[in-house]
């Protein structure tokens, strides 16, 4: 059996195992993609987390074990943008208004049995100039784990708890967390220790994964940056990471090893398979490239890219 064909075969199994109301169908699938290459590749094979590019071109990739955010600019060249040390792990990056925020954990959340908790990671938010100066370090309450996070626009971020089934939003002047939006029943549960995941705020809208529902959900921004309206489904039936929104709407991210795309009237595409896999993507500036950072086995890690127009 092909590759393709093996990395279909556990996603329809994984989506068949889930009640019917819960599936987003596949309705298209793509060859195994010649198109897909390596952009950088790193100096070593530790994991990657998040990522997400600037204004002018610079992308940013959160090395979460190495403790440092790695910088890449538009010709590939890659840098050390900043070194934590006293992180245990660095996470989430969000890419201001001319400014880095980084999520980091100072406690360990990975725990000897191959799982984790978040009720107590030691969670700062770190802010920085576009030339590694620190600016802000915002120690948040012990049980607030910001994962995902992104830069919104109108002065605010916005963070997912991984600890609880909370959206907050951040205030980019004051760092104040306030709760954005938030439903227990996204929360983490025995036997599944995530809650909000994955965080992109987009054309008034904040995204974001839940891994209790099994998708990735939206909920419109409104007056005095409260959440106003439904929560809406964009796909259920696969338990992303982290992801990102073009312009037009479409929602890609990579689940293993395929590269999915989701059209704003909820159609979901195979867009790439195989793909070597990784936690996070990102969607370029100009809505035409997808860029996603690789993790796992012993070779050096890479970010890779792929046309999306």
């Given at each position: ?134 600016k802000a370090d915002v120690t948040l309450p012990a049980n607030v784990a910001i994962n995902g996070f992104d830069y919104g626009g109108d002065g605010a971020y916005y963070g997912g708890d991984s600890n609880s089934g909370t959206v907050f939003r951040i205030d980019a002047a004051t760092h104040a967390l306030t709760p954005f939006w938030q439903d ?126």
């Open positions: 059996m092909s590759k393709r064909l093996t990395s279909c075969a556990v996603l329809l199994a994984g989506l068949l195992a889930l009640p019917a109301a819960a599936q987003t169908p596949v309705v298209a699938g793509a060859p195994e993609s010649t198109a897909i290459k390596a952009f950088v590749t790193f100096p070593d094979a530790a994991p990657t987390e998040n990522i997400c590019q600037q204004a002018n071109g610079d992308i940013y990739v959160t090395m979460m074990d190495s403790k440092k955010v790695a910088k890449i600019s538009p010709a590939g060249v890659i840098s050390d943008f900043v070194s934590i040390p006293g992180a245990v792990a660095v996470i989430g990056v969000a890419c201001g208004n001319n400014e880095i925020a980084v999520s980091i954990f100072t406690k360990q959340f990975r725990l000897p049995s191959g799982t984790a908790a978040f009720t107590d990671t030691g969670a700062h938010l770190l802010f920085y100039d576009l030339a590694g100066k620190q227990a029943s996204f929360g983490p549960v025995a036997g599944n220790p995530m809650g909000i995941n994955g965080v992109r705020a987009k054309n008034g809208w904040v995204y974001f994964s839940g891994a209790q529902k099994n998708g990735i959900f939206k909920t419109k921004i409104g007056a005095g940056g409260k959440a106003e309206g439904a929560l809406l489904p964009v796909e259920l039936g696969i338990r992303v990471d982290d992801f990102d929104v073009a312009d037009d709407g479409s929602v890609y991210f990579p689940n293993g090893r395929v590269l999915f795309k989701v059209a704003p009237n909820g159609a979901m595409t195979i867009v790439a398979d195989p793909i070597p896999g990784g936690p996070s993507a990102v969607v370029s500036n100009d809505s035409k490239t997808v860029y996603w950072p690789t993790r796992g086995g012993t070779a050096p890690q890479r970010v890779m890219q792929f046309p999306i127009q």
